[in-house]
């Protein structure tokens, strides 16, 4: 399973990965922790940075820079110690898409789309420090990258279902008020992504807006200004501020991650009974040729092949249904979490 981190540089994707990997690889969340799969992925640069330098720079009252490459993170979602699915965890990095919102088209284009097309699950972070500032929603479409994220996602979503969760980045800035922005945030990533959900016949509540910062509500000091940039137009520029240096205190990461992984377990499941669907097919079509003389005459002329055949696809059936049983009290479980219920 994959998912794909979506977003301009600065939004927030780094600084998200921090937290879920500060909640999911150093602890765990009722019961559930993230493994690596990968030889060298804890002394790996950008797990160096996401974990320990990140943390240090939050205590210096510092921001990490964005990801100057794209990363994948091969993990393994545990609960309890036991296995239950494999994730690979990629965060794009943002600079890529910038250079799409200015013009710059080059074999980035395929790149994002590829990865895209390859994805489970995609999270689209919108800075929504930046998208309360914007009144105006072109001005506001620029600033977060809207107009590029998504034509991207509607050529992905000529190819193949999406499963998109939009996270409204930096909720901790002072400038948010939670409780009473919320609605009007949602409302607005409808109105800034209207040509996708125009596009494929769909509306904002067909899809997961979870709200998600890194620092504690309140604890990001959050000023913008406005320049003029080369073509006439107004680009905001902001800067945060961390007021009370302290270690990361994630909100709404484990709930969007668990989100996240709850579209992943869907896919697998779906999956596993498409597969179960087509061998079952097959068996019956074996089984209907292979009647009691036909079963009497390989028996005497030593002909075990079909019937090889057929244990193993009995085989591979019950192995499916075994984990997609395995798998499905996990969406209950993730399902709390997701919705903060225990």
Not at 195 to 213: E, L, P
Not at 272 to 294: D, H, Q, V
């Amino acid at each position: 399973m994959k998912i794909t981190m979506l977003g301009t540089s600065g939004s927030g994707k780094t600084v998200y990965m921090s937290a879920m990997a500060e909640l999911f690889l150093n602890s765990s969340v009722d019961g559930y922790t993230l493994e690596n799969r990968g030889s060298d992925f804890r002394s790996s640069t950008f797990v160096a940075k996401t974990i320990a330098k990140t943390n240090t720079l939050y205590t210096n009252g510092s921001f990490p820079s964005g990801t100057a490459t794209s990363v994948l993170m091969p993990l393994e979602l545990r609960y309890r110690g036991n296995s239950i699915i494999d994730v690979d965890w990629i965060d794009y990095r943002g600079e890529a898409l910038n250079e799409l919102v200015t013009g710059v088209e080059n074999e980035q284009t395929a790149e994002i789309l590829a990865t895209l097309l390859a994805s489970d699950v995609i999270l689209v972070f919108v800075d929504a420090a930046v998208l309360k500032e914007c009144r105006n929603l072109s001005i506001a479409r620029a600033n977060v990258g809207a107009n590029t994220i998504s034509r991207l996602l509607n050529m992905v979503s000529k190819t193949k279902r999406l499963d998109i969760i939009f996270l409204l980045s930096k909720i901790d800035s002072s400038t948010i008020d939670i409780k009473k922005d919320f609605s009007a945030l949602k409302t607005k990533i409808g109105q800034i992504y209207s040509h996708f959900f125009t596009d494929t016949n769909t509306d904002v509540s067909n899809y997961a807006v979870m709200a998600v910062g890194a620092l504690g509500v309140g604890n990001v000091e959050t000023t913008h200004k406005w320049i003029s940039n080369s073509q006439g137009g107004q680009q905001l520029t902001s800067r945060h501020a961390i007021k009370n240096y302290q270690d990361l205190e994630p909100v709404g990461v484990a709930a969007s991650f668990a989100r996240a992984l709850l579209k992943c377990l869907d896919s697998e499941i779906n999956n596993l009974n498409t597969e179960a669907s087509k061998l079952a097919k097959e068996l019956n079509r074996l089984k209907s040729n292979f009647g009691p003389i036909k079963n009497l005459l390989d028996l005497l002329f030593n002909n075990s092949r079909k019937r090889e055949i057929i244990f193993d696809l009995e085989q591979k059936i019950l192995d499916s249904r075994r984990q997609i049983l395995k798998l499905e009290p996990h969406k209950i479980r993730l399902e709390k979490i997701a919705t903060g219920l225990k």
